[in-house]
């Protein structure tokens, strides 16, 4: 099932384009990895679906409520800004204790996931270093359990046993049905956790990519020739074919990779630049 559905999206700020055409979905049960460069359009896309900011034109919903009906939307829908900006002076326990209020539920996910991310209740929010700032805004966002997740640079300021409590969390949240839609610069931990990725550049979708199903990486060959020079290139083919190109070329050498995430993103940026 479709919980966010985004087609033909357009937004504008005066003459410069936010994004432009825009198209994807992310799936109940899945995290959708979506890939830009600063200024590609990941956060603007997010604030549409949120109705923080108003479309130009195309259709965006979540749960089959259209992105203007932000009220209804935001009832089941968890968001991680880039940049956390809370209430300064007041407490982390304070905060957790308006937000639960809000979100008119009890604190037991809110104290289960304090423990899990081992955040100290008593600090004033002004104190806290960038990370913890993230922590706080994703038992924010994660409290209630909802059916959405939109997460705009989640990880970004957690060291790296924070990052893999939180993908344990989101995995558990996806196999309970919940669709996460993840915003990232991190291309290895799209790679490792998210089912598919969209890669957007100048506010454009480029490619999305299946990771889970039939995703079969290119193969990255370097070769040495009996002169001494090295030569390096892509082969997107069968093991065969692959073979019969290595035995015509002879080298006294070779070395066979899959392509990374990286620099599959690489790729495709460069070929968009080249166009």
């Known amino acids: 099932m479709e919980a966010i559905s985004i087609s033909c999206l357009k937004k504008t700020y005066g003459k410069t384009i936010g994004i432009e055409d825009v198209s994807f979905d992310v799936k109940t049960g899945e995290i959708m990895g979506f890939v830009g460069p600063n200024g590609a359009g990941k956060s603007t896309t997010i604030k549409v679906l949120l109705n923080f900011i108003l479309k130009d034109s195309g259709e965006a919903s979540i749960m089959g409520i259209p992105c203007e009906d932000g009220t209804r939307i935001k009832a089941f829908t968890g968001y991680v800004p880039a940049d956390v900006r809370l209430y300064e002076r007041l407490s982390v326990q304070r905060l957790l204790q308006l937000n639960a209020a809000f979100l008119k539920t009890d604190m037991n996910e809110t104290n289960r996931l304090l423990k899990v991310f081992d955040l100290e209740e008593r600090k004033v929010f002004s104190t806290l270093s960038t990370g913890n700032k993230k922590k706080v805004s994703l038992i924010m966002a994660m409290a209630?359990?909802?059916?959405?997740?939109?997460?705009?640079?989640?990880?970004?300021?957690?060291?790296?046993?924070?990052?893999?409590?939180?993908?344990?969390?989101?995995?558990?949240?996806?196999?309970?049905?919940?669709?996460?839609?993840?915003?990232?610069?991190?291309?290895?931990?799209?790679?490792?956790?998210?089912?598919?990725?969209?890669?957007?550049?100048?506010?454009?979708?480029?490619?999305?990519?299946?990771?889970?199903?039939?995703?079969?990486?290119?193969?990255?060959?370097?070769?040495?020739?009996?002169?001494?020079?090295?030569?390096?290139?892509?082969?997107?083919?069968?093991?065969?074919?692959?073979?019969?190109?290595?035995?015509?070329?002879?080298?006294?050498?070779?070395?066979?990779?899959?392509?990374?995430?990286?620099?599959?993103?690489?790729?495709?940026?460069?070929k968009e630049n080249a166009q």
């Not at 550049?201 to 001494?228: C, E, F, H, T, W």
Request: glycine share 4%.
């Open 144 to 270: 209630n359990r909802p059916q959405v997740l939109l997460l705009d640079e989640p990880t970004s300021g957690l060291d790296p046993m924070a990052q893999k409590t939180l993908f344990e969390e989101l995995k558990a949240q996806t196999a309970d049905g919940a669709a996460i839609l993840l915003s990232s610069h991190n291309l290895a931990e799209v790679q490792e956790y998210c089912h598919r990725v969209a890669f957007i550049k100048n506010g454009k979708i480029l490619s999305q990519v299946d990771l889970k199903n039939g995703y079969r990486p290119q193969k990255i060959v370097m070769v040495k020739n009996a002169d001494g020079q090295t030569d390096t290139f892509t082969f997107d083919g069968e093991s065969k074919a692959l073979l019969s190109k290595l035995q015509a070329l002879s080298p006294v050498d070779f070395t066979v990779r899959e392509e990374s995430m990286e620099e599959r993103f690489m790729h495709l940026y460069e």
